[in-house]
């Protein structure tokens, strides 16, 4: 694959079997569409000619069936899986590991089908908005394996915080601190939530809570990587295996390998500031906006009432 053909990779793992009552594929558009369809609508709008969905492969038959189906003829749908006992050589599963891995390892199990072609990735669960994949495709475009200093070139969309924020309960996010358009670090915070008279604020990786301001750039899990990245990513998971506190429980993350990187000089991530505005249910009293959002879009002519046909 070459830039001019780029891959998406959807991160759909952690849905499960019984798709009814998951988040992930709750109709919120005009026709049913859930926010996954919005995704890859806009993906392939933005020059995306290839989806790569990472899932777990006792739900294959059934994603295959019931959403992969959906894309085909519209764009190349391929599949990778996330298993737990898909490890770096001389690892074994621990015991009374039953939870996955994390989006590190997801993203890193999906090496073999992305291939040596560049890539973004993004959540199977989120609505990212147009723009933010029009940013991605000329990411990719103008993308190069390593920088001059030797950095493997990276990119992310981000996100304004008081833009990803739930008006019904708390929300963890990635922070991100932003230098020269580069990012320098990304730290997860919990809790995030409005207060009074509109503040914001959450618990940083210290376990303390700060205010915030809500301008704050947010990571929502869109990165645009070159294929070099895989080395990477499992040199990072071999580290975070060895070190690993709970084995039953912890999670490589995707943010926190990238943080890693940029604090060892092993990668630039030049950051591309999106002004849309992302939408997810995390709770289900958010569906009902979500509803309303995705229907003025749908009456400003930014999507068609069935996206599809």
Same mark, same amino acid.
Not at 100 to 123: L, Q
Not at 143 to 169: I, V
């Given at each position: 694959m070459t830039?001019?053909?780029p891959?998406l990779?959807v991160?759909?793992?952690g849905m499960?079997?019984?798709y009814?009552?998951?988040?992930?594929?709750e109709a919120?558009?005009p026709?049913g569409?859930t926010?996954?369809?919005?995704a890859?609508y806009?993906?392939?709008?933005?020059?995306?000619?290839?989806? !790569?969905?990472?899932?777990?492969?006792d739900?294959?038959?059934?994603?295959?069936?019931?959403i992969?189906?959906?894309?085909?003829g519209?764009?190349e749908?391929?599949?990778?899986?996330?298993?737990?006992?898909d490890?770096?050589?001389?690892?074994?599963?621990p015991e009374g590991?039953?939870?996955?891995w994390?989006?590190?390892?997801?993203?890193w199990a999906?090496?073999?089908?992305?291939?040596?072609?560049?890539?973004?990735?993004i959540n199977?669960?989120?609505?990212?908005?147009a723009e933010t994949?029009s940013?991605?495709?000329?990411?990719?475009?103008?993308?190069y394996?390593?920088?001059?200093?030797?950095q493997?070139?990276c990119?992310?969309?981000?996100? +304004?915080?008081s833009?990803?924020l739930s008006?019904?309960?708390n929300v963890s996010?990635?922070?991100?601190?932003i230098?020269?358009g580069?990012?320098n670090t !990304?730290?997860e #915070?919990t809790?995030?939530?409005?207060?009074?008279?509109?503040?914001?604020s959450?618990?940083?990786?210290?376990d303390q809570?700060?205010a915030?301001t809500?301008?704050?750039?947010a990571s929502?899990n869109? #990165?645009?990587?070159?294929?070099?990245v895989f080395p990477?990513l499992?040199?990072?998971?071999i580290s975070?295996?060895?070190?690993?506190?709970d084995?039953t429980k912890?999670?490589f993350?995707?943010p926190?390998?990238?943080?890693e #990187?940029?604090?060892?000089d092993?990668?630039?991530?030049r950051?591309?500031?999106t002004?849309c +505005?992302?939408m997810?249910?995390?709770?289900k009293e958010?569906?009902?906006?979500?509803?309303?959002?995705?229907s003025?879009l749908?009456a400003e002519?930014?999507?068609?009432?069935k996206?599809w046909?």
């Amino acid at each position: 694959m070459t830039s001019e053909s780029p891959t998406l990779l959807v991160l759909a793992a952690g849905m499960g079997a019984r798709y009814g009552g998951l988040k992930q594929l709750e109709a919120v558009g005009p026709d049913g569409e859930t926010l996954m369809d919005y995704a890859i609508y806009d993906a392939v709008r933005a020059g995306f000619s290839r989806v !790569v969905f990472l899932i777990r492969q006792d739900i294959a038959e059934v994603f295959e069936t019931q959403i992969g189906s959906r894309y085909v003829g519209r764009v190349e749908v391929v599949y990778a899986y996330q298993e737990l006992d898909d490890l770096p050589v001389g690892f074994a599963v621990p015991e009374g590991r039953e939870r996955p891995w994390g989006t590190g390892h997801a993203t890193w199990a999906a090496r073999k089908v992305v291939g040596d072609s560049s890539f973004a990735v993004i959540n199977a669960d989120d609505f990212y908005g147009a723009e933010t994949f029009s940013r991605l495709t000329e990411s990719l475009a103008e993308s190069y394996e390593f920088g001059s200093s030797g950095q493997l070139s990276c990119f992310m969309a981000g996100f +304004r915080l008081s833009e990803t924020l739930s008006e019904h309960g708390n929300v963890s996010r990635g922070v991100c601190a932003i230098m020269d358009g580069f990012l320098n670090t !990304v730290s997860e #915070w919990t809790g995030i939530a409005r207060g009074p008279e509109g503040t914001v604020s959450g618990i940083n990786s210290e376990d303390q809570r700060h205010a915030l301001t809500g301008e704050e750039t947010a990571s929502m899990n869109v #990165w645009g990587f070159p294929a070099g990245v895989f080395p990477l990513l499992e040199k990072s998971f071999i580290s975070f295996l060895r070190e690993v506190g709970d084995v039953t429980k912890d999670e490589f993350y995707l943010p926190s390998a990238v943080d890693e #990187w940029i604090k060892q000089d092993l990668a630039t991530v030049r950051v591309r500031p999106t002004p849309c +505005r992302w939408m997810g249910v995390t709770y289900k009293e958010d569906k009902p906006r979500v509803i309303e959002a995705l229907s003025a879009l749908v009456a400003e002519g930014a999507y068609p009432a069935k996206l599809w046909e």
